[in-house]
Every structure is written in structure tokens, then in C-alpha cells.
């Protein structure tokens, strides 16, 4: 079974380290918690083992993926053909995915997408390419620094006791270390002595796959109504608006987003045949 199968590990988006419904979710270094539009409150990782991938190639992803994509992906990797699936939003990920390479700039299928439209928080967002902007229409629906917020670091501390390392190199060796030294990786070890899993793995990928916040800039601390530009793969932690600075791509993403509801799909109404089947 293991040699024709596909393994994902994903999670639900936005950890709650305060709150209602608070819990040990952490989204640090990245700003925002679950219900907001920040890196934090959307951002979800996943790893796909299979041996269906191309071999020896364990690669870590900077790319863009939504939610609905999951449908097609899987379907495609499974041998379904995705136009049987009809008119869906997902895209089939499964061609690119499964002949990635390190380093690799081959096309993505996947380069923009609607974050959300709330108009009860007063919250939108619309990311396209690296670039990601947020319209705030209601004060109340915007989250302070993370770096400066006193409650968020009562909360969630900066993490420690994790010695500090001379170079990326020290730090990759130590987490590997860490890896190899688990119960985990020891009992994988012991009943797949030959599995790929083990002798494919990639060195250093939990550094490769690290959040790196960028010096903040601008001061920004978004405290009122307005639109927001960031260039996400170079400031994923959001601490520098662009709005002003790249005025074209701010346009050009307000136009997207403000579009965006002539486009969508209603619901079927109760009592339609098609409702009924479902």
C-alpha cells in the first residue's frame, strides 16, 4: 500500500493563543491569530511523501496553494482525469508538484487567489503572486505588531532554549540531529529499515522551510481603516507597507479585489432538484 499511496500532512489555518476558544496554537513570528487575514490567521504548511514523487528530490516549496486546490491534486494523482470534476475553483497542483526540483522555476499553476471578502469585520484580502493586500474598513478589525503587542507576548513568549548557532549550517545539523534522535525516526527505522522516507530525507529542511521576518522599515502598525500592500516572500511576518510605494500594484490588486464579488457563485436555493440530491 505504501509503495501507491500519497501521505499529506496539513493543518486548520490559525493557531487561537487567546481568547474564547484560546489553546497552545502559536502562529509566531507571523502576525495575526484564526479569524484575522494576517499571515497567521491564513497561512497553513504541509508535507506530501509519496513514492509517486520524482526520487531523491525531497524539495521545499515557497508556493502559492489554496484550500480547493486539495480536490483536483488528489484526483489527479489518483489517475482521475480533473475535467471530469466540471467547473470547480481548485487547480491541479499534481503535475508541477510531482516533478518539482530544488530550485526549480518552472510554472506554478497556482499564482493568485481571493483571501477572503468579510464585510461583518470589515476584513478583505487578495494575494497575488508574492504580493498581498489587505483592506481594513473597520478599525476593530486590525491586530497590532506582534513584536509589540504585550498580551500577545504574554501569550505566546519568544520562543527559547534553543542554543544560538554560529551559521545556518550549525543550526541545520543541530535540528537534524534533532530529528534522527526522535522515538519517531527510531521506530521508522526499525520497521522500514529500506523505506525511502528514511534515505531520501532532506538535510536542513526545517531551517529551508523557516519563517524569516524582515527588519521592519516603514514603522507600520496598522491601527486604522486603509489598504495594504506587502511583499509577502521577503516580509512574511507583513511589517512594511508598500501601498504607497508601489502604487500600481496596489491598484491593480484593489481592482481584483473590488471585482471579485461580481464573480461569485450563489448558492443553490432550497428545494432545487440539485440541492435535493445532494
Known sequence: MLANSVVVFASDNGGSPWGMYSNTGSNWPLRGVKGT????????PAIVWSPLLLRGTGVVLPRLAHLVDWLPTLYSAAGGNVSDLGTIDGLDLWPALSTAKSGSTSAWPRS????????????SGYRDGNHKLLLFTSSKSN????????????????PGGMPEFESEAA?????????K???AWK???ELHVDAPCLAGAL???????????????????????GRYLFD???????????SSTLPSLRNAASFALDTAPRRRVFNLPRGQREMDAL
Open 187 to 189: 521506530t521508522l527505522e
Open 203 to 225: 538535510d536542513g529542511w526545517r531551517v529551508k522551510a523557516a519563517v524569516r521576518c524582515s527588519p521592519q522599515q516603514s514603522g507600520f502598525n496598522p491601527r486604522s481603516e
Open 37 to 44: 487575514l494576517w499571515e497567521g490567521g491564513i497561512r497553513v
Open 181 to 183: 534522535s526522535s522515538l
Open 143 to 158: 491586530h497590532t505588531n506582534p513584536f509589540n503587542d504585550k498580551t500577545l507576548q504574554k501569550h505566546i513568549p519568544v
Open 112 to 123: 493568485e487567489f481571493l483571501i477572503n471578502i468579510d464585510t461583518a469585520s470589515g476584513t
Open 171 to 179: 543550526a541545520e545539523e543541530y535540528l537534524d540531529l534533532l530529528m
Open 232 to 242: 509577502i516572500e521577503s516580509d512574511p511576518c507583513e511589517l512594511n507597507d508598500l
